[in-house]
T-cell receptor, first 114, second 110 residues
Framework: DAGITQSPRHKVTETGTPVTLRCHQT?????MYWYRQDPGHGLRLIHY???????DKGEVSDGYSVSRSKTEDFLLTLESATSSQTSVYFC?????????????FGQGTRLTVV | SQQGEEDPQALSIQEGENATMNCSYK?????LQWYRQNSGRGLVHLIL?????REKHSGRLRVTLDTSKKSSSLLITASRAADTASYFC??????????FGKGTKLTVNP
């Protein structure tokens, strides 16, 4: 398995509180992604990073921010959690070269906002 | 939304039968990828087909790509109970963003 770890694996938080999810990789891959998975919606891209301090928005970025200060860490922050952000969050990494663009996924973080 | 669509949403077959899943996407791509997800787990990469390829095989998997129709199909031959999972296609264009579809839930009955 690719060296990718998400933490925490489970979290329950209250509406209005900030929450930070962490994705850590040991593969030195350039690209990192945050997705959320909800029934009926599949995986939707929140934000992604193409290098240290280089990030861009995905299709569902409202209410989320990210930071990547080191190659190995990609943080996802819910600035003020809402019940609609209850979901399973997946981090993925990719080398991003023309020959090796497959993504490797973490095990997911189940977030419940009450 | 840039999301693609898989069809069907759910598929139930008997062991030994073939399973075909279809995927449509919306924008020009460099490649299209298929992933598998077992219940409660992360996604695992199965196969990648580039925009200049029309068909690709890997073991019991066969993928086709029709860029004129913006569609792809995944065929699993001689299915097994262990193939029970959700299958997702993901399209990748020039920005390196991977855009996933909504998935097909495959159940293979023993």
């Amino acid at each position: 398995d690719a060296g990718i770890t998400q933490s925490p694996r489970h979290k329950v938080t209250e509406t209005g509180t900030p929450v930070t999810l962490r994705c850590h990789q040991t593969e030195n891959h350039r690209y990192m992604y945050w997705y959320r998975q909800d029934p009926g919606h599949g995986l939707r891209l929140i934000h992604y990073s193409y290098g240290v301090k280089d990030t861009d928005k995905g299709e569902v970025s409202d209410g989320y921010s990210v930071s990547r200060s080191k190659t190995e860490d990609f943080l996802l922050t819910l600035e003020s959690a809402t019940s609609s952000q209850t979901s399973v969050y997946f981090c993925a990494i990719s080398e991003g070269t023309a020959l090796n663009t497959e993504a490797f996924f973490g095990q997911g973080t189940r977030l419940t906002v009450v | 939304s840039q999301q693609g669509e898989e069809d069907p949403q759910a598929l139930s077959i008997q062991e030994g039968e073939n399973a075909t899943m279809n995927c449509s996407y919306k924008t020009s791509i460099n490649n299209l990828q298929w992933y598998r997800q077992n219940s409660g787990r992360g996604l695992v990469h199965l196969i990648l087909i580039r925009s200049n390829e029309r068909e690709k095989h890997s073991g019991r998997l066969r993928v086709t790509l029709d860029t004129s129709k913006k569609s792809s199909s995944l065929l699993i031959t001689a299915s097994r109970a262990a193939d029970t999972a959700s299958y997702f296609c993901a399209s990748q264009g020039g920005s390196e963003k991977l855009v996933f579809g909504k998935g097909t839930k495959l159940t293979v009955n023993p």
